[in-house]
């Protein structure tokens, strides 16, 4: 399948407009005829997308006995990173979420304690969580950092989704830094590690693995309880054609989905 992914992003979107910050739309041509085949909505698959990357990740990075999730930011992406999380690390038990607005960190922590069956606690100190934390999940729109080295303990997985929300010397402290694509992740310009690589403070040599380099074995992921491994995602669009496809074809198959004209009947002007 070829296609596109087309995303807008607004981080005003949830406080001027009570909108979602993102809104995508996926759409889908057939690789050999080039013909589009399917328009649909991409906002929750980049939102499942993200989560699941984080999952596998944790998966093969995070300790296998990991049983404290903290999780910065509560907004949409965090839910689905938390899914995520929990289903490939079952003995997580506690879940900390902690905002800006204590509000939203109270709201997600309701919603979420119900939906997913555990334990959430909102934080009005991000401090409180980190300190606790197996694993740490950060995806906010932060322009400075929140989590600090000291608070971060020694065999955390900690995933870092979005922004600047992590210090220097926090990744520094890590002994595994992996990327899902270190390319994208300086194209954005946005992460903890995309601003130390600008600023000159580590290069790519400083990568110990891509995402896909763990998964398929061909660099060992976690090898030791102590080890604090650093993940940094950013997305990849092919992900998310790739899921879109799955979907077109369930869809097909279940004859679900509208049918439009595009050119069959022209209106000539």
């Not at 399948?1 to 910050?21: D, Q, V």
């Not at 944790?58 to 938390?82: D, F, H, P, W």
């Not at 900390?96 to 939203?104: E, L, P, Q, T, W």
């Not at 606790?132 to 303990?153: L, N, R, S």
Request: hydrophobic share 45%.
């Amino acid at each position: 399948m070829a296609g596109i992914k087309w995303i807008g992003s607004n981080p005003e979107n949830p406080f001027k407009h009570n909108l979602p910050r993102a809104s995508a739309l996926t759409v889908l041509n057939d690789p050999v005829t080039k013909l589009p085949v399917a328009v649909m909505d991409g906002t929750v698959i980049s939102a499942m997308r993200t989560g699941a990357a984080t999952g596998v990740a944790a998966k093969y990075l995070a300790r296998e006995n990991s049983s404290v999730l903290c999780l910065i930011g509560a907004g949409v992406q965090n839910r689905t990173q938390m899914k995520a999380v929990l289903a490939v690390c079952p003995n997580v038990s506690e879940v900390f979420v902690y905002d800006i607005d204590f509000g939203r960190a109270q709201k997600f922590a309701e919603e979420t304690s119900a939906s997913e069956n555990i334990k959430v606690t909102p934080l009005k100190e991000a401090k409180e969580g980190v300190c606790k934390a197996d694993v740490i999940v950060t995806a906010t729109m932060a322009t400075a950092p929140i989590v600090e080295k000291d608070w971060i303990q020694d065999g955390c997985f900690f995933a870092n989704v979005a922004g600047y929300e992590y210090t220097f010397d926090a990744l520094k402290s890590a002994d595994k830094i992996v990327v899902d694509r270190f390319s994208e992740i300086i194209h954005r310009k946005h992460s903890t590690l995309a601003l130390m690589v600008i600023e000159g403070l580590l290069s790519e040599k400083d990568v110990y693995a891509s995402l896909g380099e763990v998964v398929n074995k061909k660099k060992q992921g976690r090898e030791t309880p102590e080890e604090r491994i650093y993940f940094n995602s950013v997305g990849m669009g092919i992900e998310d054609i790739a899921i879109a496809a799955r979907i077109y074809r369930e869809a097909k198959k279940s004859g679900l989905g509208v049918e439009l004209s595009l050119w069959e009947n022209p209106l000539w002007i």
